[in-house]
């Protein structure tokens, strides 16, 4: 592989674990299924299995909750031909409907990459937690600068990402 085929790989995996992010976040169950190929598996420890049951798993989650977040951070992949691996930290903020504290998560994604018919997806994703937090809810929406601010996140189809090609 020439440079700019590792680098065009690393960026198209580097936008596949964007696009992880945001449909767990969005609740968005079909952009979840297009990041893993057939046959797939997840480890996260409470759910071993395969890619496709997952997705409904975690847009159930998801979706119950009053908001989440979940970014990425540090990234290395490693590419050899159609395969990489790949380390990526993890910070996911949780807050479920009616709780009085909030779930913070570090953690860490390791992942197996295969390119199929030219397209990157994911073939194994485990997921590994570093440290958690459950601090009491402090969440403020309605006070001082908080209440001035109208636009806030949702799942999908709702949320505004969804129309940002519509204006």
């Given at each position: 592989?020439?440079?700019?085929?590792?680098?065009?790989?690393k960026q198209a995996l580097h936008d596949l674990n964007m696009a992880y992010n945001r449909a767990v976040d969005?609740?968005?169950?079909?952009?979840?299924?297009?990041?893993?190929?057939?046959?797939?598996?997840?480890?996260?420890?409470?759910?071993?299995?395969?890619?496709?049951?997952?997705?409904?798993?975690?847009?159930?989650?998801?979706?119950?909750?009053?908001?989440?977040?979940?970014?990425?951070?540090?990234?290395?992949?490693?590419?050899?031909?159609?395969?990489?691996?790949?380390?990526?930290?993890?910070?996911?903020?949780?807050?479920?409907?009616?709780?009085?504290?909030?779930?913070?998560?570090?953690?860490?994604?390791?992942?197996?990459?295969?390119?199929?018919?030219?397209?990157?997806?994911?073939?194994?994703?485990?997921?590994?937690?570093?440290?958690?937090?459950?601090?009491p809810r402090s969440v403020s929406w309605d006070q001082g600068v908080f209440a001035l601010m109208r636009h806030?996140?949702?799942?999908?189809?709702?949320?505004?990402?969804?129309?940002?090609?519509?204006?």
């Open positions: 592989m020439t440079d700019l085929d590792i680098l065009l790989a969005r609740a968005d169950e079909a952009l979840l299924r297009s990041v893993w190929h057939p046959g797939a598996t997840v480890d996260f420890g409470y759910f071993t299995g395969s890619a496709t049951e997952f997705c409904g798993l975690a847009v159930g989650a998801t979706g119950g909750l009053a908001r989440s977040f979940h970014m990425a951070g540090n990234e290395w992949f490693e590419v050899r031909g159609d395969k990489a691996v790949g380390e990526v930290y993890s910070l996911t903020l949780a807050a479920a409907a009616g709780a009085d504290t909030d779930s913070i998560l570090y953690g860490r994604y390791l992942d197996r990459y295969e390119r199929r018919d030219g397209v990157w997806k994911f073939s194994h994703r485990q997921y590994l937690m570093d440290w958690n937090a459950s601090p806030r996140g949702g799942h999908a189809p709702n949320d505004a990402v969804y129309a940002l090609w519509d204006t």
